[in-house]
C-alpha cells in the first residue's frame, strides 16, 4: 500500500478507502473504548484525526504515541461524525516509526513566534510555520510560472564574485588564505594573488550585473537565489542572507520596469490565494494579516505612482513627526515609505526617479542630472520590497557616474564590455523574496519567514 499525503487524503478521500499514513503525531486523547489521535505530515494546514478501538491489538501502542512521535498506520477512510473534521482514519494497524522523548518542545499549546525561532529546526511542525513554508514554496512556483509564462530564461548567476554590485561595500569575504598568516607583498599589503581566485572575492549582493550580461543576449532572463549582505542591520526587515528574484530585460525602459513589476506582483497576490487558500486562512485568523480575499484583491487593482520629488512633498506636508526630518535629497527611510503606503495611498505604491546621489551607479542618469531612472515599489507595513531601474547604457556617461563613487571601470572592464558591444535600453528590478512572503503571509518578522535565518551574531542550525 502506497503512502498517502493528508492533503491528498483530505481533498480526494472516498469512504470506505485503504489508507496507509506516516505522519507526526499532534495530540492524543484516549478513553476507556476508543482512542482518538491528530496526525500531520506537512502536506496540510488540515490534520487527519486518527480512531483506534479499544479492541484493536494497536491499542496497547498508545502509551508510547506521544505528542511529537512519528507513525505509521493503515486503516479505512471513513466520513467522521465528529465535530471539527469532515474524515478520519479508523485503524487497522499502527506502527511506531520513531518515539518522542517527553522533553518535546512543541506542545499543544500556543508558542510564541521568540520561542519556536530558538527551535528553528522544529518549528516546520508548528500550525504556523507549516504554512509560512508552504506559503513559501508556492510563491516560488509562481515565480518560475510567471517568467516562463512571459517567455523569461533563468539564468543562474555566480554566488562567488569579484565586484560589489550595489557599491555599498557590505560584503562577505571568501577566502583560503590562513587568517593567522596572511601573506604580504612589498609593500606589506596584504598578498591577494596567493588567494584562491588570485584576487579578492566575496560573496555577492546581487546577480544583476551578469544578469545584464545574459540579458543582452537571451533578451529576457531573470535570477531567482540566494544573495548576502553584511549589514549590521537588526531589523525586522533585514537578512544577511537572503533570496532575490531580478528580472532583466533588453530592449526595455523604465515604464516597461514598473509595468512588469506591477503585473508580476498583482499574479502573485491572485493566485497564491488560489494555491495556499488554508494557510493564508489560518494566517489571517491568528496573525492580524489580510484574508485570503483582501490578498487576491490587491492583484485587482492598479498601484500608486508617485515621483521621488511629489512624495518629498507629500511628506513635506505631513501633519505626523518623522524621527528623520524629510527635505528634497534624504534617502527615504522606512517611517516615510510607510507613511506613503499606510496613509497616503493605502496600497502598494512604486516611487521613481531618485537622487542619483543615494543610488547605485548603474542606474540611467535622467536629463536633469541629478536623478536617476530609478523605481522602489513599497507595499504596506513593509516598505520597499522591490528596487529596480532602467541601467546607464552609455558609456562614457557610466564610466563618469563609476569615478565619481570611487568605482574602477577598469575592474568592471566586462561589464563596460556591454556598452561597447550592441549595448541597448534595459531595465531590471529585484524582489526581496522573504520581504514578499513577510507581506503575504502577516509575519511581522522577515526571520520568521525563511526556515533557517542568517544575521549579525545569528548563525544556528
Ligand atoms: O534595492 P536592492 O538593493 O536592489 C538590488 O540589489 C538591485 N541590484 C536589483 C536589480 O535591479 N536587479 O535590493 C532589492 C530588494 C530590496 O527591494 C529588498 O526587498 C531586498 O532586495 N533586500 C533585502 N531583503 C532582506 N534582507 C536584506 N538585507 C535586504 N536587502 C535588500
Ligand atoms: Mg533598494
Redesign the pocket.
Known amino acids: 500500500m502506497l503512502r498517502e499525503r493528508v492533503k491528498h487524503i483530505l481533498q480526494q478521500g472516498r469512504e470506505g478507502q485503504s489508507v496507509t499514513v506516516r505522519a507526526w503525531v499532534r495530540s492524543k486523547r484516549v478513553s476507556k473504548n476508543v482512542a482518538f489521535v491528530v496526525v500531520n505530515d506537512g502536506s496540510s494546514q488540515r490534520d487527519l484525526q486518527l480512531v483506534v478501538d479499544a479492541n484493536n491489538p494497536s491499542f496497547g501502542k498508545l502509551e508510547e504515541v506521544s505528542t511529537g512521535a512519528a507513525i505509521r498506520v493503515d486503516g479505512v477512510l471513513k466520513k467522521s461524525e465528529g465535530k471539527g473534521q469532515d474524515w478520519e482514519v479508523h485503524v487497522d494497524k499502527l506502527d511506531i516509526l520513531g518515539g518522542c522523548s517527553d522533553d518535546y518542545p512543541l506542545q499543544k499549546k500556543g508558542h510564541t513566534l521568540e520561542f519556536l525561532r530558538d527551535i528553528a529546526h522544529l518549528r516546520g511542525r508548528s500550525n504556523t510555520f507549516g504554512a509560512v513554508y508552504r506559503v513559501r514554496n508556492q510563491l516560488a512556483m509562481l515565480i518560475h510560472e510567471f517568467f516562463q509564462g512571459h517567455g523569461f530564461q533563468w539564468a543562474h548567476t555566480p554566488i562567488i564574485t569579484a565586484s560589489d ?2 557599491g555599498a561595500g557590505e560584503m562577505f569575504q571568501v577566502t583560503t588564505l590562513d587568517l593567522n598568516q596572511l601573506p604580504r607583498d612589498a609593500t606589506g599589503a596584504i598578498d591577494f594573488k596567493q588567494d584562491f581566485f588570485g584576487k579578492r572575492a566575496n560573496l555577492t ?2 546577480g ?1 550585473l551578469n ?1 545584464e550580461a545574459m540579458a543582452l543576449g537571451l533578451g529576457d532572463i531573470y535570477t531567482f537565489g540566494p544573495t548576502f ?1 553584511a ?1 549590521n ?1 537588526n531589523t525586522t ?4 542572507e ?1 533570496w ?1 528574484v ?1 528580472p ?1 530585460m533588453a530592449f526595455a525602459d523604465l515604464q516597461d520596469d514598473m509595468v512588469l513589476a506591477e503585473e508580476f506582483l498583482r499574479f502573485l497576490f491572485r493566485e497564491i490565494v488560489r494555491r495556499c487558500p488554508e494557510e493564508l486562512g489560518f494566517l489571517g485568523q491568528h496573525y492580524k494579516n489580510m484574508t485570503p480575499e483582501q490578498i487576491a484583491d490587491l492583484g485587482e487593482h492598479a498601484f500608486g505612482r508617485i515621483s521621488y520629488t511629489e512624495a518629498v512633498k507629500e511628506l513635506s506636508a505631513a501633519k505626523v513627526q518623522f524621527e528623520y526630518p524629510v527635505s528634497w535629497g534624504i534617502d527615504l527611510q522606512t517611517e516615510h515609505e510607510r507613511y506613503l503606503t499606510d496613509t497616503v495611498f493605502q496600497k502598494p505604491v512604486i516611487v521613481t526617479d531618485y537622487p542619483k546621489d543615494f543610488k ?1 551607479f548603474y542606474m540611467r542618469l535622467n536629463r536633469d542630472n541629478k536623478t536617476v531612472a530609478a523605481m ?1 515599489v513599497l507595499v504596506p507595513r513593509i516598505g ?6 532602467q541601467r546607464e547604457d552609455r558609456i562614457d556617461v557610466l564610466r563618469q557616474r563609476m569615478m565619481d563613487v570611487h568605482i574602477n571601470p577598469d575592474d568592471l572592464a566586462w561589464y563596460m564590455d556591454l556598452r561597447r558591444y550592441g549595448g541597448c535600453p534595459h531595465a ?5 523574496f ?2 514578499l512572503v513577510q507581506y503575504v503571509t502577516g509575519m511581522a518578522n ?1 526571520r520568521d519567514v525563511i526556515p533557517f535565518p542568517r544575521f549579525p551574531q545569528g548563525v544556528a542550525f
Open positions: 554590485c550595489e549582493v546581487s544583476q544578469g549582505r549589514e542591520s526587515r533585514h537578512l544577511a537572503f532575490m531580478e532583466e547605485a522602489d520597499e520590497i522591490i528596487g529596480g531601474s531590471g528590478f529585484g524582489l526581496g522573504e520581504r522577515i
